[in-house]
């Protein structure tokens, strides 16, 4: 196995466990796939924007040691390495349960998330510096369809501000008291999903002119 081939397979696997270990709970495994320098981390999800550290606090508080949020279908299709960078393009489906009024969902979003990585040294591991997402489309369905029953859900005003590819996202992080934003990157949004890619590409590229730069001065 070549080099490079074996750095994307050490990158897939950091990835992959970043989210394993998110989902069950286990922070301090969770803040280990992460830079050590927290101000060189970012997390710019659908209920957060800041550092890795406090993204991890607020998560431990909504979790509670208690699996609910899944991030299946999670498989890095694009990773590029130039040195000590590397990110990284996968789509995602993220699955939870929910109970709202007394009728138990679940919902599922699918999402692209885009990362930016690392090498702590020359002989170090690979760690991750941000982790992004744009919105692709989801959907919320009752546990167990009742022919009888009436759902409480209700697509409000409030509600329809919200795009339509995170509209059922956003309805259950209201009813968990979370208020998502508004303006977060979606496929009817390509100006907004185009930046977040391009600005991870443009960080590649920088890193590969700064060592053809370096090798002509010597």
Not at 2 to 17: G, P
Not at 97 to 110: C, K, Q, R, W
Not at 124 to 130: E, M
Not at 160 to 175: D, I
């Amino acid at each position: 196995m070549s080099v490079e081939r074996m750095e994307i397979s050490e990158i897939a696997d950091l990835l992959k466990r970043e989210r394993y270990y998110r989902d069950t709970a286990q922070w301090d495994l969770c803040r280990g796939t992460f830079h050590p320098d927290e101000s060189k981390t970012y997390i710019n999800v659908a209920w957060y924007e800041g550092d890795v550290e406090e993204f991890l606090r607020k998560s431990s508080m909504m979790h509670k040691g208690k699996v609910n949020i899944i991030h299946s279908s999670f498989d890095p299709v694009d990773i590029r390495v130039s040195g000590d960078r590397a990110i990284s393009e996968a789509f995602c489906l993220v699955t939870s349960s929910v109970t709202i009024g007394g009728v138990d969902y679940e919902l599922a979003s699918h999402m692209r998330l885009a990362s930016r990585l690392e090498k702590i040294a020359d002989d170090g591991p690979w760690r991750i510096l941000s982790i992004e997402s744009t919105y692709v489309r989801d959907r919320i369905v009752s546990v167990f369809p009742r022919s009888t029953s009436t759902s409480p859900l209700v697509m409000s005003s409030e509600m329809l501000e919200y795009p339509k590819a995170y509209r059922h996202l956003a309805l259950v992080m209201l009813s968990r008291g979370l208020r998502p934003r508004t303006d977060l990157p979606h496929e009817d949004d390509q100006e907004g999903i185009r930046r977040i890619f391009d600005s991870n590409r443009a960080f590649l590229e920088e890193n590969g002119d700064r060592a053809r730069n370096g090798n002509e001065k010597e």
